[in-house]
Structures are given as structure tokens and as C-alpha cells.
């Protein structure tokens, strides 16, 4: 047993915003077996050993000649996790917006979690 495991685990945070509002992803990759990877930071390395220390945070802000950041494009990949993962989704949505996802279920790239009428337009 790994006490504080999931103190442990690495995140990688961003934010932005979306059509409706704010938008967090957040990739958790598991202690001592996977990374994440970005598309748009080759230099990003996680779960290296011996990188950590009591209490360690480390921030960076990613920006390019855009004014709010790197833009994504919907449905394009952005990175990819190795081996251990969980993503964490945080937004503001249309009062109409509804999942279309049962707790527990497992989802593939470009799987949709919910819609509103607002995307059929």
C-alpha cells in the first residue's frame, strides 16, 4: 500500500472556454505506471522518477501567437495517455444540455457525453 497514493497521481489542468462558457479538462495519470503526453508541448514529461518531492506543484501557462492560449479543434486529438488513466470534466452548459452516458461507462475518442439542441444547429 502506497500511503497518500493519490497525492501521488500526476494532473495535467486546462482551461479555457467553450461556445457556452468555462471548460476544464483535467488528465489524472496514474502514480509510478502511465504519463500523459500533449500534442502541443513535446516537452511536458510526467511520472519521472525521482521528480517529486513533498508538496511540489509545477505551472505552466501555454501560449502561443493566439491571445488566449493554444486553440483546439473539436474532435482533434490533443495528446494521449500511457497505460493508467481518468479524465475530469468540468463545464458550463445550455439549461438544455443532457447526458447521453451511464456512470461507470467506459468512453472511446470522439464519443460525445451529451448533447442540447443547440448542437444540431
Not at 83 to 99: C, H, M, Q, R, W
Not at 100 to 105: E, F, H, K, L, V
Request: charged residues 20%; proline residues 4%; negative net charge.
Amino acid at each position: 500500500m502506497v500511503t497518500g497514493l493519490f497525492n501521488h497521481n500526476e494532473r495535467v489542468v486546462l482551461t479555457g472556454s467553450w461556445k457556452h462558457g468555462f471548460f476544464s479538462f483535467t488528465a489524472v495519470g496514474a502514480y509510478n505506471v502511465g504519463s500523459i503526453n500533449l500534442k502541443f508541448d513535446e516537452d511536458l514529461k510526467t511520472n519521472c522518477p525521482g521528480s517529486y518531492s513533498a508538496g511540489s506543484f509545477h505551472e505552466f501557462g501555454y501560449v502561443n501567437d493566439e491571445p488566449k492560449g493554444v486553440p483546439l479543434v473539436r474532435g482533434e486529438k490533443m495528446g494521449a495517455f500511457n497505460l493508467g488513466s481518468t479524465i475530469v470534466l468540468i463545464f458550463e452548459a445550455p439549461k438544455d444540455f443532457e447526458f447521453n452516458i451511464q456512470a461507470g461507462q467506459k468512453l472511446n475518442y470522439g464519443e460525445p457525453v451529451g448533447s442540447s439542441r443547440d448542437d444540431t444547429e
